[in-house]
């Protein structure tokens, strides 16, 4: 066993509820605490000089000054695995362009797809290890990563496989995650329903034949796919052994009912959804999943994460990292700004970004400092926790621990 410490603070977030809002007097702060280490999971975490006295001849990592620490955070919606860059949407977006006009002029999702077609495997593993790499360095250990952009069975297949190449060199946690249905692509020749059923046809097998991804999502939009076939489609996935997520609700309400009706794990998004559905996914287990991200690359509102809280629901927070509507990536900036603006205590933040956002992912062994959990911790150099959210991503990461092992 290990013994890691002294900490200036441990913050645990031990015996934090599931759901529902949080105080910040709920959340236990171990001051000059130790992390017990046992093999890649945590044994025990209380006072330093107790644990170091219980446990003789047991090796001690000494950590120097002052350092605070969290559990390593959780990124459970992103997609980082794309070629091209969508700068010109952004500027375009910016002067006054909608949607639909980005699109006609070559922009949009269907440039990702071309871009991340024409670029070759190596440069689409290189770009995904440093996007990876970057994420690690804010302290993020758990990354969901999802298909998308390639839209054909080719394709998708080549984004997944490459996920899980990326996967035998990181020692963070990916979880990939088979967005075929992002969009029909403008060169599949038939209707929103025929692609759909391509994709269960000849996709999905392919996937689950590779064990390539355990889990389904898609767009359910007016400019995607349409409420009814987007639910037959993932009933059919269900039947096929996958796990679902949705993107729900992001500019017209109604899908987020449709996420919860199927057991998704989660619905992501939610920007547009209305206070009867709020209730609706706040009874369910399905998590509520706000991407702020989204929101500060579009210029739209935040996901009302206040009011879902207050429901009662699960909610967690993830960045949307992509090249399109949420390009920065930075899962804590995010994180800090949707606390200002839908007043968030630190509590429900770390919260969101840590078990919460573990639990969308179906993972339950992570996410809080507590024995027997995966020992991933991240640490700040500041003898105050609040600093972290207070710098809104400023602050660097000091020290990043994957199964108790300093990176």
């Known amino acids: 066993m290990k ?4 900490f200036t603070q441990v913050v645990t977030l031990a015996n934090l509820p599931l759901r529902g809002k949080l105080s910040d007097e709920q959340l236990e702060i171990i001051p000059d605490g130790g992390i017990l280490i046992n093999n890649d999971k945590i044994e025990k975490v209380g006072n330093f000089e107790i644990l170091k006295s219980e446990n003789q001849n047991i090796e001690i990592e000494t950590v120097e000054g002052e350092q605070i620490v969290l559990p390593a955070f959780v990124d459970s919606h992103t997609h980082i695995c794309f070629g091209g860059n969508r700068a010109n949407d952004f500027a375009m977006r910016n002067a006054g362009k909608t949607y639909l006009e980005i699109a006609e002029s070559g922009g949009g999702i269907w440039s990702s797809v071309q871009h991340t077609r024409n670029a070759s495997e190596e440069e689409l593993l290189k770009t995904l290890l440093e996007r990876i790499d970057f994420l690690i360095s804010l302290g993020i250990t758990t990354i ?14 080549k984004m997944l496989r490459i996920i899980k190449k990326a ?3 990181t020692k963070a946690t990916l979880v990939p995650t088979c967005l075929s249905a992002h969009l029909k692509p403008r060169d599949f020749e038939g209707i929103n329903e025929e692609y759909l059923h391509y994709i ?8 689950k034949e590779e064990d390539l991804a355990k889990r389904v999502d898609i767009f359910i939009e007016k400019s995607a796919f349409q409420p009814e076939e987007s639910k037959n489609f993932l009933l059919k996935a269900k039947e096929l052994g996958f796990e679902i997520t949705v993107h729900a609700d ?3 309400p109604g899908s987020s009912r449709i996420a919860v009706e199927v057991g998704a794990k989660s619905a992501d998004h939610l920007e547009a959804t209305i206070d009867d559905d709020i209730e609706f996914i706040a009874k369910s287990d399905t998590v509520a999943t706000a991407l702020p991200g989204a929101s500060l690359g579009l210029g739209e509102k935040f996901t009302p994460a206040r009011k879902l809280l207050n429901a009662g629901a699960i909610v967690a927070i993830a960045s949307d990292w992509n090249p399109g509507s949420a390009p920065m990536g930075n899962l804590i900036t995010q994180a800090s700004i949707l606390a200002t603006f839908e007043k968030l205590t630190t509590a429900e933040v770390l919260a969101g970004i ?9 993972l339950e062994d992570r996410g809080k400092l507590e024995g027997g959990l995966k ?9 105050n926790f609040q600093n972290v959210l207070y710098n809104q991503g400023s602050l660097e990461a000091e020290n990043v621990y994957i199964d108790g092992k300093l990176l």
Do not use: C, H
């Open 354 to 362: 840590t078990f919460r956002s573990a639990f969308a992912l179906g």
């Open 167 to 169: 996967q035998e060199q």
């Open 200 to 207: 269960v046809t000849e996709i999905l097998p392919k996937v």
């Open 3 to 6: 013994l890691i410490g002294p």
């Open 375 to 383: 020992a991933d911790f991240v640490t700040f150099k500041t003898n």
């Open 144 to 157: 969901e990563v999802k298909s998308g952009y390639g839209l054909d069975a080719e394709n998708e297949l």
């Open 250 to 252: 992001q500019f017209t």
